[in-house]
């Protein structure tokens, strides 16, 4: 069984920046897809940025060029630097790993961005 434990997320204004990070205990052997996704109040669940075993990734239009997600496999853990936040990126970030028969969602943390 792996567990997803996200941190990182707060309040910041317009602008500023954030580092989300979520670190996976138990095996990941069988994941071979990492991702960030998000929900706004009253919103569904959007995808964010995910990247592949391989390395490859995939960023949503709203945050291209202002997010970068990596990874560090000697710490099993996904990570999102977000930039040049905006009012609308206010959501809980969720991360999600999957590969296989395993789909794994953290807790979710909270991002607040203030005008």
């Known amino acids: 069984q792996v567990q997803l434990v996200e941190s990182g997320g707060g309040l910041v204004r317009a602008g500023g920046s954030l580092r989300l990070s979520c670190a996976a205990s138990?095996?990941?052997?069988?994941?071979?897809?990492m991702g960030w996704y998000r929900q706004a109040p009253g919103k569904q669940r959007e995808l964010v940025a995910h990247i592949f075993s391989g390395g490859s990734t995939n960023y949503a239009d709203f945050v291209k060029g202002r997010f970068t997600i990596s990874r560090d496999n000697a710490k099993n853990t996904l990570y999102l630097q977000m930039s040049s936040l905006k009012p609308e990126d206010t959501a809980v970030y969720y991360c999600?790993?999957?590969?296989?028969?395993?789909?794994?969602w953290g807790q979710g943390t909270q991002v607040t961005v203030s005008s």
């Open positions: 999600h790993f999957a590969g296989g028969r395993a789909n794994y």
């Open positions: 138990g095996s990941i052997i069988s994941i071979n897809y």
